[in-house]
């Protein structure tokens, strides 16, 4: 038995319940509450990584090395949310790196990184558990220690008329430009694209690469500030021509130079989460809690940005 109605509120309605977040809730008066994963709802994605269960057929979250070298798969609690108590065990009164990020859309296109220096990470130098300043929501840090630090793997993002990136995440810095996801290269004919941060002005841009060589950019109207949380809906399109970035319920941007023919770049290139993917360049100062990707399959943004913020009450 699970249940339906709280106060005549029905459990899906309710974000929070005595300021704990609903998520995070496995029974009420000793009641199951039901289960709902966000990707039975929006199917298909490209790819998705989170530190909650986004599937119901999803195991594992992550891969973590302790201090002692040893790694360790990390999966979820029965609230689908990380299992930090498992983690916290593994990694004692010391750091845990995130070695490998796992894809749960199914598709197997896992974010991993080999050098242990690099990885980011989960857990502090105490044993502490990383998360976000506001709401402490789990995440990964990608520029603990001011050491660069990301996860990457090779494939095609899109379907090259339309991608859709959402990312939970909080910046340390808005002042300097950095990338939350990149699949980028040194090459106008391979670049894809960016959902980065322009430290010039602050605010935060969706950034594709046509096959005519033009560039579609979108950049939000108002700044962004440091150690806030952000809900992230990044588009790019080609039906028709057009792009649009939105960010905690904030749906007003500026498009910059779509084209008028030809398709979204979509080679097999290496992507990052933390900076660009070919050379380093414009390294993520921050956190990152949950990145999707969808193309071809497309869920209506606004409810996306809706469902992912009743499950984190970030706005």
């Given at each position: 038995?699970?249940?339906?109605k709280?106060?005549?509120?029905?459990w899906?309605?309710?974000?929070?319940?005595?300021?704990v977040?609903?998520?995070?809730?496995?029974?009420?008066?000793?009641?199951?509450?039901?289960?709902?994963?966000?990707?039975?709802?929006?199917?298909?994605?490209?790819?998705?990584?989170?530190?909650?269960?986004?599937?119901?057929?999803?195991?594992?979250?992550?891969?973590?090395?302790?201090?002692?070298?040893?790694t360790?798969?990390?999966?979820?609690?029965?609230?689908?949310?990380?299992d930090?108590?498992?983690?916290?065990?593994?990694?004692?009164?010391?750091?845990?790196?995130?070695s490998?990020?796992?894809?749960?859309?199914?598709?197997?296109?896992?974010?991993?990184?080999?050098?242990?220096?690099?990885r980011?990470?989960?857990?502090?130098?105490?044993?502490?558990?990383?998360?976000?300043?506001?709401?402490?929501?789990?995440?990964?840090?990608?520029?603990?220690?001011?050491?660069?630090?990301?996860?990457?793997?090779?494939?095609?993002?899109n379907?090259?008329?339309?991608?859709?990136?959402s990312?939970?995440?909080?910046?340390k810095s808005?002042?300097?430009?950095?990338?939350?996801?990149?699949?980028?290269?040194?090459?106008?004919?391979?670049q894809?694209?960016?959902?980065?941060?322009?430290?010039?002005?602050?605010?935060?841009?969706?950034?594709?690469?046509?096959?005519?060589?033009?560039?579609?950019?979108?950049?939000?109207?108002?700044?962004?500030?440091?150690?806030?949380?952000?809900?992230?809906?990044?588009?790019?399109?080609?039906?028709?021509?057009e792009?649009?970035?939105d960010?905690?319920g904030?749906?007003?941007?500026?498009?910059?130079?779509?084209?008028?023919?030809?398709?979204?770049?979509?080679g097999?290139?290496?992507?990052?989460?933390g900076?660009?993917?070919?050379?380093?360049n414009?390294?993520?100062?921050?956190?990152?809690a949950?990145?999707i990707?969808?193309?071809?399959?497309?869920?209506?943004?606004?409810?996306?940005?809706?469902d992912?913020?009743?499950?984190?009450?970030?706005?």
């Amino acid at each position: 038995m699970s249940i339906n109605k709280l106060s005549g509120i029905s459990w899906t309605s309710i974000s929070k319940v005595d300021g704990v977040t609903a998520s995070g809730i496995s029974k009420v008066a000793g009641v199951d509450v039901p289960v709902d994963y966000f990707l039975d709802t929006y199917s298909s994605p490209v790819a998705a990584y989170s530190l909650r269960k986004l599937s119901s057929s999803a195991t594992t979250a992550i891969t973590v090395e302790n201090s002692s070298g040893t790694t360790l798969d990390i999966g979820f609690d029965s609230s689908g949310n990380l299992d930090t108590s498992a983690l916290t065990t593994h990694c004692g009164s010391n750091y845990g790196r995130v070695s490998k990020w796992w894809d749960q859309s199914g598709n197997n296109r896992h974010m991993e990184q080999s050098t242990a220096a690099s990885r980011p990470y989960i857990v502090d130098n105490s044993g502490n558990v990383l998360t976000t300043t506001d709401n402490s929501i789990t995440a990964l840090n990608f520029y603990f220690q001011s050491t660069a630090r990301w996860l990457e793997d090779t494939f095609v993002s899109n379907n090259a008329d339309e991608i859709l990136i959402s990312a939970v995440a909080e910046f340390k810095s808005v002042t300097t430009a950095q990338q939350v996801f990149s699949q980028w290269s040194s090459s106008t004919s391979t670049q894809v694209t960016q959902l980065s941060v322009l430290g010039a002005s602050s605010k935060l841009r969706m950034s594709a690469r046509y096959s005519g060589g033009q560039l579609g950019r979108s950049d939000t109207n108002t700044t962004i500030s440091v150690n806030d949380e952000y809900i992230i809906n990044a588009y790019a399109s080609a039906t028709p021509y057009e792009g649009d970035i939105d960010f905690n319920g904030e749906t007003a941007d500026t498009d910059t130079g779509y084209p008028s023919s030809g398709t979204i770049n979509n080679g097999s290139l290496k992507a990052a989460i933390g900076r660009r993917s070919d050379n380093g360049n414009a390294q993520l100062q921050g956190l990152v809690a949950e990145l999707i990707i969808w193309s071809a399959t497309m869920p209506t943004r606004a409810n996306v940005m809706t469902d992912i913020n009743t499950h984190y009450s970030i706005f």
